[in-house]
C-alpha cells in the first residue's frame, strides 16, 4: 500500500490526491459520526433539528477541503492579505448592520442566511501571520520594530470582536495570534512582559466588563452562589459528569440530558451529555481522537519546506487545540463558561466552516510540501 504521506515529482490531479493526509480526514470522520449519533440523542431519537444536518454539512465541507488541498500554497500565501482584509471589513459591519440575538450582535445576514464573521477571521488571522513571517527575515522575528506589526494584525480584530459583544471569540483570536507568534519565533521575553501587564490591568478590565461577564466569573468561583440562575449550566454540568462512572448510562440513557435538566447539549455541552452517556472511558477515548489530530497536523508540519507552511499548519493546531482545551476545560468547571463549541463534535455551521478551512490549507501545505517560493516572489500580486 502506498505510503499516505509519499511524495512523487509528477504534479498531476491524481498525484496530489495520492499525497493528501487521508489519515487526517479518517480522525475527522470518526469525531464527526460521534458528534452525529450524539445529537440524533439529543434529539431523543431523532435525525432532526440536528443530527443529518450536521452530517452532511461535514461531507459537504469535506469536499471543499478536498478541493483547497490541490490548490498551490503560493496561491494561498499571495491571497493571505486580502482575506483577511474582507474578515476585517466583515467584523467592522456587525455593529452597523449585523443582527442582534440573545443581547449580542455578531451575526451578518447575507441571502437570508447568518453567518459569524469572527469566525472567518481566524482563518484569516492564521494566513495573514504565516504570510507576514514568511516575508520577514527570522533573525528579525523578535525585533521591537518588526514584532508591531503581528500585533496589529491580532490586536484589530480582537478589539471589534469585543464591541459584540463576544468574549470567548475574541479571546479565541488573541491565542491563535499570540500562539503563532511564539511558533514564528518571538522572544519568551514579550509574553512574560504581557502577563506582567495583563495582571497590572486586571482591575481595569474588570471594571469594563459586562455584567452578565462579571457575573459568569464570580459563578466560576462559586457555582453554589446561583445554583438555579447563572450557575446552573455548570452546576448540572457536573451532575451530568459525575452520573456517568466510568463506563457511562448507556446510549441515550443520561438522565440530565435526557430530562433536560442539561442546557445547550447540542452546542456548548456537548462533551457533557457524551460523558453522560459513555462514561469517562468516552471522554477519554475523544480526548485521544484529537490527540492523534493534533500529532498528525505537528508531524505534517515537520515536513513542510516553507516557513509560511509550517505556521499554516502550527496555527491550524493551535486553533482546533484551543477549541477542545476551552471547552472542555468549561463544562469541566475549570474555566468560565464563555461559549466556545467542541470541533467537530457540536452543532453548528459557522464553526465548523473555520475548522475545515483552516484543516485545507493545513493539506494544502502537505500536498505541496516540496513547493518553495522566496518571499520576494509573494510580491507580484501588488
Known amino acids: ?79 493571505a492579505y486580502p482575506l483577511y482584509a474582507i474578515s476585517l471589513l466583515l467584523l467592522a459591519l456587525v455593529p452597523l448592520v449585523g443582527i442582534e440575538a440573545l443581547g449580542a450582535r455578531r ?44 500585533l496589529a494584525l491580532v490586536a484589530a480584530p480582537v478589539a471589534l470582536t469585543l464591541t459584540q459583544p463576544d468574549l470567548g471569540t475574541a479571546m479565541l483570536l488573541a491565542a491563535v495570534g499570540l500562539c503563532m507568534m511564539f511558533l514564528a519565533g518571538a522572544s519568551w521575553l514579550y509574553y512574560a512582559a ?54 457511562g448510562k448507556g446510549f441515550m440513557q443520561g438522565t440530565q440530558s435526557q430530562l433536560d435538566f442539561l442546557p445547550e447539549k447540542q452546542t ?28 498528525l497536523l505537528l508531524a505534517m508540519a515537520l515536513q513542510a519546506s516553507t516557513r509560511f507552511g509550517r505556521l499554516v499548519i502550527g496555527g491550524t493546531a493551535a486553533m482546533i487545540f484551543l477549541y477542545v482545551f476551552i471547552n472542555v476545560a468549561m463544562v469541566t468547571g475549570l474555566v468560565p463558561v464563555v461559549g466556545v463549541p467542541l470541533p467537530f463534535l457540536s452543532y453548528g455551521g459557522t464553526s465548523m466552516t473555520t475548522i475545515m478551512a483552516s484543516l485545507g490549507l493545513a493539506m494544502s501545505v502537505h500536498v505541496h510540501r516540496k513547493e518553495r517560493f522566496e518571499p520576494g516572489s509573494l510580491k507580484a500580486l501588488w
Open 1 to 79: 500500500m502506498r505510503n499516505l504521506f509519499e511524495h512523487r515529482s509528477v504534479d498531476t490531479a491524481e498525484d496530489k490526491l495520492w499525497r493528501v493526509p487521508w489519515l487526517v480526514l479518517a480522525v475527522v470522520s470518526l469525531l464527526v459520526a460521534v458528534g452525529t449519533t450524539t445529537l440524533y440523542s439529543v434529539a431523543g431519537g431523532s435525525m432532526y433539528p440536528w443530527a443529518e444536518p450536521h452530517a452532511l454539512r461535514f461531507l459537504a465541507l469535506a469536499g471543499v477541503v478536498l478541493g483547497a488541498a490541490l490548490v498551490p500554497i503560493r496561491l494561498w500565501a499571495r491571497l
Open 107 to 150: 451575526w451578518l445576514g447575507v441571502a437570508g442566511v447568518s453567518m459569524q464573521p469572527s469566525e472567518f477571521m481566524k482563518v484569516g488571522l492564521v494566513l495573514a501571520l504565516a504570510r507576514y513571517y514568511q516575508w520577514l527575515p527570522p533573525e528579525e522575528t523578535s525585533s521591537p520594530r518588526r514584532i508591531l506589526v503581528p
Open 194 to 247: 504581557g502577563l506582567l501587564s495583563a495582571w497590572a490591568m486586571m482591575p481595569v478590565v474588570w471594571d469594563r466588563l459586562r455584567d452578565y461577564q462579571k457575573r459568569r466569573i464570580e459563578i466560576f468561583l462559586d457555582p453554589d452562589k446561583d445554583p438555579l440562575g447563572a450557575g446552573y449550566h455548570i452546576t448540572q454540568s457536573k451532575i451530568a459528569l459525575g452520573s456517568g462512572g466510568s463506563s
Open 268 to 295: 456548548d455541552f456537548i462533551f457533557t451529555m457524551f460523558a453522560e452517556e459513555w462514561g469517562f472511558a468516552g471522554g477519554v477515548l475523544i480526548l485521544a481522537l484529537y490527540a492523534v489530530l493534533l500529532a
